[in-house]
């Protein structure tokens, strides 16, 4: 088997016929879970700079952002075509004419022939929804939701904001748009067994998402998770431990599921811990041999999709 498991770049080459990469695009937004909608701290991991490069506060508009990582990425992994990745907070949480003219200032480049959108569940609905649909018919669209666990309790834990029925009604709404899911699942998040991070990926693994983006747990500077890790109330996954649940969670998933991360990518600046997050290829490696160890792939294990749940 040459590969064990579906990655994003393969899927992405055998649509295009070239190497396609995403261009992250700092838009100013922000998110309903810091701005007072639905809370004012943000997620217990997530710090005022939302995952994202700051680009926006450095003044660089959409168009001038994907201008400058075109060259970068040209030049770094000879790519040719691009996606244009709104990552930072909650890239639907805006007026529809607001987030029109963001996503048609991405897609006036040339090269890019699609679009990536971070957001959150509660942050959807049918107008938002049916302008993405409009650029499915020229353009690759895909919409992130970030759930990071299917266990409410977690949730609140984690002060997401929403609740696993939440996610289940975006996805519903989403469906047969032309517009490919992806969902983000987080490892090691406060309070939760292996058994309740292997229940997450079951009950994803049978809802016909396209995608999925395996995270694992960071702390990084200024967030509250950060003073529950100084005070010893939060232990971060050693870097074989999430390597054996990253191994755990493929072979619960589908093979036509489309694995677009396998960890995450910290600041190097913001990390507190784990700083093995930052030996990122050394990670990739680890699976890779686990799976051959284990003689495993993804979907080994998977079950049935039944896209009702």
């Not at 990536?116 to 993405?132: E, K, Q, Y």
């Not at 686990?290 to 495993?296: I, M, V």
């Amino acid at each position: 088997m040459d590969k064990r498991y579906t990655d994003y770049n393969s899927y992405l080459r055998q649509l295009f016929g070239c190497r396609v990469q995403k261009i992250s695009i700092d838009a100013g937004l922000t998110c309903p879970n810091r701005d007072g909608r639905i809370g004012s701290g943000g997620c217990i991991y997530c710090n005022a700079r939302g995952s994202g490069t700051g680009a926006f506060a450095q003044g660089l508009s959409v168009a001038e952002q994907v201008v400058r990582s075109k060259v970068v990425m040209a030049k770094r992994y000879k790519a040719s075509k691009y996606i244009a990745y709104f990552q930072s907070f909650s890239n639907t949480y805006a007026p529809v004419s607001i987030l029109k003219r963001l996503y048609d200032e991405a897609l006036t480049i040339p090269e890019v022939v699609g679009l990536a959108i971070g957001t959150r569940p509660d942050c959807v609905d049918a107008a938002i929804l049916d302008l993405l649909e409009r650029y499915a018919d020229q353009y690759l669209v895909w919409i992130e939701y970030g759930i990071q666990s299917v266990h409410d309790q977690t949730l609140g834990r984690i002060n997401r904001g929403h609740d696993f029925d939440c996610f289940q009604k975006a996805v519903a709404l989403t469906r047969n748009r032309g517009i490919k899911i992806c969902t983000h699942l987080i490892l090691g998040l406060p309070g939760e067994t292996r058994e309740m991070m292997l229940d997450t990926a079951k009950i994803i693994a049978r809802m016909a998402i396209d995608g999925v983006k395996l995270h694992l747990l960071y702390v990084v500077k200024g967030t509250a998770l950060e003073a529950l890790y100084q005070q010893g109330l939060y232990r971060c996954l050693e870097q074989q431990e999430y390597v054996d649940l990253v191994c755990d969670v493929l072979e619960l998933l589908p093979r036509e599921m489309i694995i677009q991360r396998l960890t995450g990518d910290p600041h190097p600046e913001e990390l507190v811990a784990p700083f093995w997050s930052l030996q990122k290829t050394q990670t990739f490696s680890m699976i890779q041999k686990a799976l051959a160890n284990r003689d495993s792939w993804q979907g080994k294990n998977a079950s049935p999709c039944n896209d009702s749940i």
